[in-house]
């Protein structure tokens, strides 16, 4: 058997504020095969969030391994840390964090440009990943020229414009209205099959959790039900 693309083992977050002591992730395992789509959903405050700031690496359990793509993030040094944030994941958020003072191609552009590659060739891929998210016609638009639905296309694109074989996403039709959203998960549908991103989405809403191939219910920071095998697609 191959090695799951994402392992948590026994993985606690505790945050420990002025207001008091927090357990957002209470003891969670989990893994995720190569080129599966995972729904996360459960209430806010659930630990939905939390869970994916640890898979991105831009946050560390209190307890617990996280693995993904055959590295053990806790053990990664600096440098290896910002390469794997750089390469390994893609992320798409809630609020669709574009650059207001970089074009739909620049934004989408930026990841590939900081990975190393020449302006020309980032600019190239740019424009593929907009020909793919249907916004070629919008490449030299501003954020704020650009629709809700438009922007988080391009967020999608950005995300994946160096290949991570991960792609996290928060909450990304949680502003949108429902056929911008529709849209939005069935392009990730498409690019999980079509790329074998393997996907890991948060979301409140079930409509976008059917776009998923496997359902995580998250409740005070544990999963509600066994969730170590994953479901064959
Ligand atoms: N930096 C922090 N400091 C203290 N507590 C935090 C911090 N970040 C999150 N929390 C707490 O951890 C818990 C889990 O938060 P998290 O953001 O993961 O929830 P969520 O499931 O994503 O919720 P939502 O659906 O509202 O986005 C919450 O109780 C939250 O208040
Ligand atoms: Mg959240």
């Known amino acids: 058997m191959t090695a799951p693309m994402i ?3 026994n993985v606690s977050k505790v945050y420990n504020s002025a207001a008091g002591r927090v357990v957002a992730l209470a003891g969670v395992s989990l893994e995720v095969a190569a080129g599966e789509f995972v729904a996360l959903m459960g209430p806010s405050g659930c630990g ?3 869970l994916l700031h640890l898979v991105a690496a831009v946050d560390f359990p209190t307890s617990g ?4 793509d055959g590295q053990h993030l806790g053990r990664l040094t600096d440098a290896a840390l910002s390469r794997f944030r ?3 994941v893609g992320i798409v958020y809630q609020f669709y964090n574009l650059l207001p003072t970089l074009s739909a191609w620049e934004n989408v552009a ?3 440009i900081l990975a190393g590659g020449s302006p020309g060739e980032a600019r190239a891929r740019a424009l593929e990943w907009l020909r793919r998210v249907d916004l070629a016609q919008r490449a030299e638009h ?3 020229e650009l629709s809700g639905g438009e922007m988080q296309r391009i967020a999608v694109a950005r995300a994946l414009v160096n290949r991570p074989p ?3 996403a928060d909450e990304p039709t949680g502003n949108l209205d429902s056929v911008a959203g529709r849209d939005l998960l069935r392009l990730l549908a498409e690019l ?3 790329r074998r991103v393997t996907i890991l989405l948060a979301t409140h809403s079930g409509d976008a959790a059917t776009a998923a191939g496997r359902v995580l219910q998250l409740k005070d920071g544990a999963f509600m039900a066994s969730t170590a095998t994953p479901v064959p697609r």
Do not use: M, Q
């Open 65 to 68: 391994e996280v693995w993904v």
């Open 7 to 9: 392992r948590l083992v």
């Open 166 to 168: 991960v792609l996290l």
């Open 192 to 194: 999980n099959i079509e």
């Open 142 to 144: 501003w954020p704020h």
């Open 48 to 50: 939905k969030s939390t």
């Open 86 to 88: 750089r390469d390994r």
């Open 110 to 112: 930026l990841p590939a």
